[in-house]
């Protein structure tokens, strides 16, 4: 009798550990799809960014978009060299009616940018997996089970934008750009653009072709959210006393104009 | 008459803890392997997504690097892009729900494209009395939005 009670308490633990590893290797696995898809979700909106101010840039309402961007950039880029000169006074002479890509050039628009950010993210957040409402974005937290209200991370849900695997804290979205002019024998120009060794005759692809550039402006992006990733299991929840796992996430990535 | 005193009792416990070594363990292996696939075939897609999120269609090459298929046959100037990336043998996994991924037309910022990848994989169950084989379709079922402009 001691014996087969000993096999069955055996049994029992055995099972109760079983189950426990399942919980673990599942939230496991859970939040690490969870971590790539931010990874991946923001990399998008990175990439995003870049061809919607592409486009800003083409419409003919352009200056009225980004007055102070534009005229930001053009005094820092003035002091520095004067090969984008006589483009800047050309776009001024004729009242702002071109835009900088007929010119050939780009630049990125901090404060329209910033004041955008969360559109942008917003549908860059549609790209997710498996979910109930695949594709879909809301406002409010992905779980609105009123037995989470409690927990330490648990947010206001009218500042949380949230898909099936992760949310976003809406007022942390934040970019930031650091803008420099490089020339040819910069650090930056040497390492990512030129195939030369030499200080000149090196060319690279820009908007209006392969050519000699002396100068590049070059934009360190930094994008920054707070993020929370809700535990899958409702034991974990329960166990941690937290709704999810809530970090800031730091995203960095260089873009460059050439003239 | 013969008698085998404890052998035959020792015999099936050795059997049935044999048996309980080899299930376990090839549900060990079953479980690890899906937990692999899953996250590797996850990482895979996630390139493969973020190509696809900034084209109007997918577009040949794409699909050839990533489905590892030259065989892949693409039409020029029709709505659907490929007729066979579903049933373009090899590899073994395939795309189901392909209507939005191979329409050539109507994509654009903000429109979402579903899709679902399937990785079919053998699982094996190991006993004494043979080994039993079944196969589970892994699928990832995936939204991925337009975030490129193509018109106005």
Known sequence: MTGVAKGVISLLIIFLLLSLLFVFVSEYVSQLTATNLLHTTTDMLFDCVISETQLLLARSDWYSLCSTDFNNFESDVKLSTSAWNTVFNDIRNNGFSNNPTQYGMTFLPRTYLQNNLLIYMTTAMRYNVEGVDVGAVKNGHMDINSANSGKTNYLNDSQVLSNAYFEVIKPTINITLTQSVQGQDSEFYRTFLSRSQSNTGSSIDTDIGNDYVDEIVVYEVNISFDYVIPYLNYFVREATGTYGRRGTYQYRNVYFVAR | ?152
């Open chain 2, 1 to 152: 008459m013969l008698s085998l005193g404890k052998l035959p009792w020792t015999i099936l416990k050795i059997i049935v803890k044999l048996n309980l070594i080899a299930v376990t363990a090839s549900i060990v292996v079953a479980l690890t392997l899906n937990v692999f696939l899953y996250q590797t075939v996850n990482s895979n897609l996630q390139l493969f997504d973020k190509s696809l999120s900034s084209m109007n269609y997918i577009e040949p090459s794409v699909a050839k690097l990533f489905m590892g298929r030259t065989n892949l046959s693409y039409k020029t100037g029709e709505n659907a892009v490929f007729d066979n990336i579903v049933s373009a043998g090899g590899s073994g996994f395939y795309f189901t729900n392909t209507t939005d991924l191979i329409n050539r037309n109507g994509r654009n910022y903000g429109d979402v494209v579903s899709y679902t990848f399937v990785v079919p994989i053998d699982i094996k169950l190991c006993t004494t009395f043979g080994v039993y084989e079944h196969t589970v379709n892994l699928s990832f079922r995936r939204a991925v939005p337009c975030l490129r402009r193509f018109k106005d």
